[in-house]
């Protein structure tokens, strides 16, 4: 079998100084080049721990990330801002866009800010993406000015624009109707198909779940299961 | 544009209602500063204009003569001895040219002219009234005392017998131009000159008591033939006077004095003048660099969920640090050509309204362009410095616990 995307080996997640609250413990999975997964589980179970540790926003109290076979626990906040910056893409549930800039300006903003200086090419690979996600015609309006979808779309394009083998989307139906869930799902699924690019959906949506190829279950900062779904995405 | 000024600016131009607020705190302080510098540097130049318009920046004299003992002591034989101040008479400085010849050699100095001044006894009819005789050489002594533009009637001329005097020693003596007045010097030399001139230099003591004559006029007056009593100096700098007399006394032994020690009172004056503003300038950039900092750390606080995306799609934190360094940078530079032309325009609306019924002002103010860059490099330094705490706090937010509004 090819060597995982990423490995989570034996992370443990603490918080807390006086009184310690263990947030994840002795989690180990691994993603694979082109998987579709969903996480789920109750509440403070620890999903978006998980995902921060594994987005790189977060380091492990115990344990290690490997991106790609490299283990990332002894790099510094400089590499691992680079290494997110080319190797992952984020959707939030609350869009999180840059409201004061315009949609094609969020699109850039990974490649933009990772190289200082704007190029035509960014600005290019901007539109396309948003032209993928059928927002070409409001790539000038400010995200403030764009609908609950739509700006979620503009998050899935941000995400995408490098074409990052892995992308990590933390409930990102969560707040649209179901309507722009379904199309933002969709949206991800052809990315998914289409640039065989892995994604790690955190959700509270069976509906979602289900229509994954893997779901994986934690609860209480514990994996409890991990199903393969194959033919998931017929359903 | 690079991506961090393009972030800082259009944060600048989103947040209008908090950039306005930090303008104006920026503007208001520089306009205080200006304002405040050009009216206290005016009123200090316009002092030392006035005082340095009838005295030269350094005064070489003769030392006083000492007194001397009628009687030595001898061992064995003790002397009680009653010590009385010597009796001054008007002397000439030794070998005055070569020592004008090193003089015009030290650094610094920029005029040297031989003078002779003594006292005397001007008559006119009835009136006697004390004066002070100016033994001058026109040509050096105009570089250091420029008479000619305090002449307030007929021309500085001091050739065959003319002298020049001070309106308020004319006006004693009920005299004018082409009048005629009898001086007697110190040593009963008497002579009759003619006025060819009046001036108002604006010091009473001055104006009440000069007669200015030609060097060799004075010779004769006081009976020293080829002889001067002093050597008057210009310095480039004033404020170097002090130290400039001091090597000349090493060098000349001879009596040196400077315009400051001269005017020390108004020199402390001055000090004290300069350091109150610069104590008022310290607190308006104190309160200035407050005003900015709280609200850029409102600011961060506000953007924080907006700085952790920038930061989880791959932002460096040291280009997150720029963003919130360069709106200090932009805030300062900004308010400060704002601040710096309203602090000049207050500045001159300020000498305009005092100014007396002929509208020549009571007070100048000086706006001038170092005190313009001086001022304008310090608001972008306050700008800058203001806006480090807040943009370190920025830089070093965590990602995800900005991300989740923790």
Not at chain 1, 166 to 180: F, H, I, M, R, Y
Not at chain 1, 198 to 219: G, K, M, Y
Not at chain 2, 15 to 27: D, H, I, K, T
Not at chain 2, 135 to 155: A, C, K, Y
Request: hydrophobic share 45%; net charge neutral; proline share 4%.
């Amino acid at each position: 079998m090819t060597e995982p995307l990423i490995s989570v080996r034996g992370v443990v997640r603490d918080y807390g100084q006086q009184v310690r609250t263990r947030a994840l413990r002795n989690v180990d999975l691994d993603l694979h080049r082109g998987e579709f997964a969903a996480l789920i589980g109750p509440s403070g179970s620890g999903k978006s721990t998980l995902l921060n540790i594994i987005g790189l926003l977060d380091r492990p109290t115990e344990g290690r990330v490997l991106v790609d076979g490299a283990d990332t626990s002894g790099l510094d906040d400089r590499a691992l801002t680079t290494l997110r910056a080319r190797s992952l893409g984020f959707v939030f549930q609350f869009h999180h866009l840059l409201h004061a800039f315009t949609a094609v300006e969020n699109v850039m903003l990974p490649e933009w800010g990772d190289a200082g200086a704007p190029t035509r090419d960014m600005r290019d690979r901007a539109l396309e993406m948003l032209t993928d996600v059928g927002l070409a015609d409001r790539a000038q309006y400010k995200a403030r000015d764009l609908s609950g979808g739509q700006q979620q779309r503009v998050a899935i394009a941000r995400a995408m624009v490098r074409r990052p083998p892995l992308v990590l989307a933390d409930e990102p139906t969560g707040n649209l109707d179901t309507g722009s869930a379904d199309d933002v799902f969709e949206l991800m699924r052809r990315f998914n198909r289409e640039s065989r690019t892995s994604f790690l959906i955190v959700t509270h949506d069976p509906r979602i779940a289900s229509r994954c190829d893997r779901v994986i279950e934690i609860v209480d900062g514990r994996v409890t299961s991990d199903t393969p779904r194959p033919g998931a995405a017929a359903t | 544009m690079p991506f961090q000024w393009f972030v800082a600016i259009r944060y600048l131009r989103d947040a209008r209602g908090q950039s306005a607020l930090m303008l104006a705190a920026v503007s208001v302080g520089v306009s205080v500063i200006v304002f405040l510098s050009a009216l206290i540097n005016g009123l200090q130049t316009s002092l030392i204009d006035s005082t340095l318009g009838s005295q030269p920046h350094i005064t070489l004299r003769v030392p006083r003569e000492e007194p001397r003992a009628l009687v030595e002591s001898r061992d064995g034989v003790a002397i009680a001895r009653l010590r009385q101040p010597a009796a001054q008479r008007l002397r000439s400085l030794d070998q005055w040219p070569s020592v004008m010849r090193a003089l015009a050699g030290t650094p610094g100095v920029t005029a040297v002219s031989p003078t002779i001044s003594g006292s005397a006894t001007a008559t006119r009819a009835e009136a006697r009234v004390p004066v002070v005789i100016r033994g001058v050489n026109p040509e050096s002594f105009l570089d250091i005392i420029d008479l000619r533009r305090d002449i307030v009637q007929g021309t500085f001329d001091v050739t065959s017998g003319r002298v020049v005097i001070g309106s308020s020693l004319a006006s004693e003596l009920g005299v004018g131009v082409d009048d005629r007045i009898r001086v007697t010097s110190t040593e009963d030399v008497e002579d009759v000159v003619t006025i060819a001139g009046l001036f108002t230099v604006g010091t009473d003591a001055v104006d009440k008591s000069w007669v200015v004559t030609s060097l060799t006029h004075a010779q004769s007056l006081f009976a020293l033939p080829g002889g001067v009593t002093n050597i008057e100096l210009k310095v480039r700098d004033v404020f170097e006077a002090d130290r400039i007399a001091d090597v000349i006394r090493g060098r000349t032994g001879l009596t040196v004095e400077s315009w400051m020690t001269l005017n020390a009172e108004l020199l402390s004056g001055l000090s004290a003048q300069s350091s109150s503003k610069t104590m008022i300038q310290f607190f308006v950039v104190v309160s200035v660099a407050l005003g900015i900092a709280s609200i850029l750390i409102v600011s961060v606080v506000q953007k924080s969920r907006e700085i952790g995306i920038l930061r989880a799609v791959g932002t460096p934190a040291r280009r997150v640090l720029a963003i919130f360094l360069i709106q200090g940078g932009v805030l300062g530079v900004a308010g400060s050509f704002i601040g710096s032309a309203l602090g000049a325009l207050f500045a001159k609306l300020f000498e305009a309204m005092t100014a007396d019924a002929s509208g020549v002002p009571r007070f100048f103010v000086q706006v001038d362009l170092p005190l313009l860059i001086g001022t304008t490099l310090l608001a972008t330094a306050v700008g800058l410095t203001a806006a480090v705490i807040p943009a370190r706090r920025a830089a070093a937010l965590d990602p995800a616990a900005a991300i989740h509004g923790d």
